[in-house]
């Protein structure tokens, strides 16, 4: 592959602090990639995500070739001219989506052909054409093509999965445009099963990436099973290349996560949540909605920084929430991305400061002990 474009300058036990350079500029990491799933953060301007710490967003493939289609946005002058976010984007091979939201797939060797969830169109998405869209696109790290396992699935069929993603992994490769500053990343896949993701691993690096992403977990198996396969999979993986655990997650899964090797996340998480009324805080989730909210002064977090914090109390946004006003959710997405960018802050400090263990042990007793002051619950529903 081409030279590496990421520097790794701290470590403590496997986690990493590192850089990434491509074309549109520097990612620093551990990195958090909110999700601008059609070409748009919901709820956010652009320059409002920036303020909230994110170098890097992440686009959706699926979405954008249907809609407004990828030529269209190349037309445009390319994703970041398009969205107005000049920095770095990675955008996601579709492959994920096209399982998980369209009609009638039927995955050949070739690809997989399906029925768009807008206008039952007929599309084949092959590895050549996902590499050959996220290029229109003008993504700085493009993904290879790949099929997420299901979960479950006999060892059987994550083999037969796996080895399939693996041929597609190669073509995308040779269908990918090397210019400098544009990255592929492989998908490790092998669902639950060490040697399967041995296998995939030693494939991938034989292929030769940027940087490698595991795949396949966060979709169901459950936190202590997701992190029984960090404890070993990371590290299967090109040592100095970065590390993307794709889909995840929840704030104490990016903690245990970094802790294990990785380097780089995504999750709608933090946007999706902040539509719907939860709010992320160090003494964990506030849902909103919750009447208790409605008389209460203080902000979601009086030691939070965001704008919602620093204008707002909590019965406005219990208000705006319970009224289905656009601003709840403005208000409560930004708090969300300000609260993951600000923990990604912490930790790629307490990395470098060689404080990892403490950072980690303080994180874990504020979110499970609710503060008499605060008095939130956690993971209300
Ligand atoms: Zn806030």
């Given amino acids: 592959m081409s030279e590496n474009c990421f520097q790794i300058l701290a470590r403590e036990g496997k986690a990493r602090r590192g850089r990434i350079a491509t074309a549109h500029g520097l990612v620093n990491t551990p990195a958090f990639m909110p999700v601008g799933t059609a070409g748009t ?49 990675l955008t996601d091979s579709g492959g994920f989506q096209v399982m998980s939201l369209s009609e009638l797939r039927k995955i050949g060797e070739e690809g997989v052909e399906f029925r768009s969830h807008l206008d039952g169109a007929k599309h ?43 041929r597609w992994a190669a073509r995308s490769r040779t269908a990918f445009r090397r210019r400098p500053g544009y990255l ?24 030769g990436f940027d940087g490698y992403a595991i795949g396949g977990l966060a979709i169901g198996e459950g936190q202590q099973e997701m992190f029984r396969i960090l404890d070993f ?10 590390r993307y655990l794709m889909g995840v997650g929840r704030p104490e899964d990016i903690v245990g996560a970094v802790q294990r090797g990785i380097d780089m996340f995504d999750c709608v998480m933090p946007t999706r949540s902040g539509r719907t009324g939860l709010a992320f805080t160090r003494f964990g989730e506030l849902n909103m909605r919750n009447a208790r909210h409605a008389e209460d002064i203080l902000p979601i977090d009086p030691r939070c920084a965001c704008p919602a914090c620093r204008g707002y109390s ?11 006003e656009i601003l709840g959710s403005m208000l409560l997405t930004w708090h969300n991305l300000h609260y993951y960018q600000e923990l990604m802050a912490g930790l790629r400090g307490a990395i470098e ?29």
């Avoid at 398009?82 to 920095?87: E, K, S």
């Avoid at 592929?184 to 292929?207: N, P, V, Y």
């Avoid at 999979?233 to 970065?242: E, H, N, S, T």
Wanted: aromatic share 6%.
């Fill in 41 to 89: 953060v919901k709820a956010m301007l652009p320059e409002s995500v920036a303020a909230t710490g994110a170098e890097i967003l992440l686009g959706n493939t699926y979405h954008l070739m249907l809609r407004p289609g990828a030529e269209r946005v190349a037309a445009l002058g390319g994703l970041h001219e398009f969205m107005n976010w000049p920095g770095p984007i």
């Fill in 124 to 166: 084949l998405l092959t590895p050549e054409r996902s590499i050959e869209i996220q290029d229109r696109l003008d993504a700085d790290i493009a993904m290879c093509f790949d099929e997420c396992t299901p979960f479950p699935a006999t060892p059987e069929q994550a083999a037969q999965s796996m080895r399939l993603s693996m």
């Fill in 314 to 324: 909590r019965g406005y946004i219990h208000h705006l929430v319970k009224s289905r």
């Fill in 353 to 381: 400061a060689g404080g990892l263990a403490e950072f980690v042990a303080g994180f874990g007793t504020e979110r499970a002990q609710a503060s008499d002051r605060l008095k939130p619950t956690r993971l209300e529903t």
């Fill in 233 to 242: 999979a990371p590290d299967l993986l090109p040592a100095g290349r970065p």
């Fill in 184 to 207: 592929l990343f492989g998908i490790m896949q092998g669902g639950i099963h060490e040697d399967l993701r041995k296998e995939s691993a030693d494939a991938l690096a034989g292929i």
